[in-house]
């Protein structure tokens, strides 16, 4: 019996240590440098958001965040390195819905499984898409576009961020729904589809209104509607495509925080309270409002929530819009 009792009490003492570590880890986090990925270029909104929002929790917590950009398979290459990564914090990923939503639905070979994979920390924005033309471009409306478009089906060019992206679906989407054709030329990112739509290389593009809205402040596109079902604050004169003749069309990207599968509970409350209070600053959110980006907050277990009906909206869009998978 005083072996059993023995043998219980270490077993107990065990338990109770296991169960502190969490405890002891979220207290010291971050004990050193957080790395960020995201897995778009330069200059994108998602890279845009991550250095807004790390600039604002480094200034409130003092802590450290690196981001990095790692390019590859429409965002799945960052999002390959964080689902490999220690999940102690330390290597998180900002993606938008590419990688969590669209890439499992699109490619036969991704490296990673988003429902096991990560850790949802936080939903972070919603980001809006414009259509945009030249601002010499004949096209004045969404209608005119699509009049000239089944006139001479597949004439017209339309941009994209790279196929499968959410440009490219969006864009899909707006064809079948207007049943109209279009040739799809995919670019490598927000600045490559644009300097094609300015060289007059393709008629119109669908991206963020954070990408779009310098060259339509410069006068040099033509904002003709937004994607999502309500205005945006940055183009309060835009339509909304559904306004523009394409009825009940809402379509657009998200940002949202993760980290690797099995990560401490109170690391994750620990991060999703900084990001809230980071998104939640008045002089961020006008900014990001400025830009075109929506705040758009939740809690880890509503993010979780939200991926997984994520997964099937957009695997249901990529079907709908006739979209081949890789």
């Keep these: 019996m005083r072996r059993v009792r023995g043998a219980l009490t270490a077993l107990l ?23 960020l990925l995201v897995g778009f270029p330069p200059g994108t909104a998602t890279d845009t958001v991550a250095r807004l929002a790390a ?10 965040i690196i981001v990095e950009n ?3 398979q429409a965002g799945s290459m960052a999002a390959t390195d964080v689902a490999r990564a220690t999940p102690d914090g330390y290597t998180l990923l900002l993606s938008a819905n590419g990688p969590l939503s ?3 639905n699109l490619y036969s070979v991704i490296r990673y499984d988003p429902a096991k994979d990560f850790t949802a ?6 980001l809006p898409y414009v259509m945009v033309v030249r601002a010499d471009a004949p096209y004045r409306s969404v209608q005119e576009v699509v009049k000239a478009a089944r006139a001479e089906p597949e004439k017209l060019k339309y941009a994209s961020l790279g196929y499968g992206t959410t440009s490219h679906l969006i864009a899909a989407s707006f064809a079948k729904a207007t049943d109209s054709r279009y040739l799809h030329v995919p670019y490598k990112g927000s600045a490559e589809a644009m300097t094609a739509l300015l060289s007059g290389s393709v008629d119109f593009l669908f991206d963020t209104t954070m990408a779009t809205g310098p060259q339509i402040q410069a006068g040099k596109t033509r904002a003709l509607a937004v994607s999502t079902g309500a205005r945006v604050q940055a183009l309060a004169g835009t339509p909304t495509l559904s306004e523009a003749g394409v009825g009940g069309f809402d379509m657009a990207a998200w940002l949202g925080i993760v980290g690797p599968a099995g990560m401490p509970a109170d690391v994750v ?9 980071a998104m939640d600053a008045p002089a961020l959110t ?10 758009s907050l939740s809690s880890p277990e509503d993010f979780q929530g939200f991926l997984v009906s994520e997964r099937g909206k ?3 869009a990529i079907e709908q819009a006739g979209v081949a998978k890789q």
């Design 102 to 104: 669209t890439n499992p």
């Design 121 to 126: 920390i936080s939903r972070v924005a919603v």
């Design 70 to 72: 790692k390019v590859g």
């Design 55 to 64: 600039e604002q929790i480094e200034a409130k917590h003092k802590w450290t």
């Design 286 to 295: 006008q900014r990001l409002g400025n830009l075109g980006a929506v705040v």
């Design 13 to 35: 003492a065990c338990l109770a240590a296991a169960s502190a570590v969490p405890a002891r880890a979220a207290d010291s986090y971050p004990a050193k440098p957080i790395r």
């Design 314 to 316: 957009w695997g249901d």
């Design 269 to 277: 409350k620990k991060l999703n309270t900084a990001w809230h209070e």
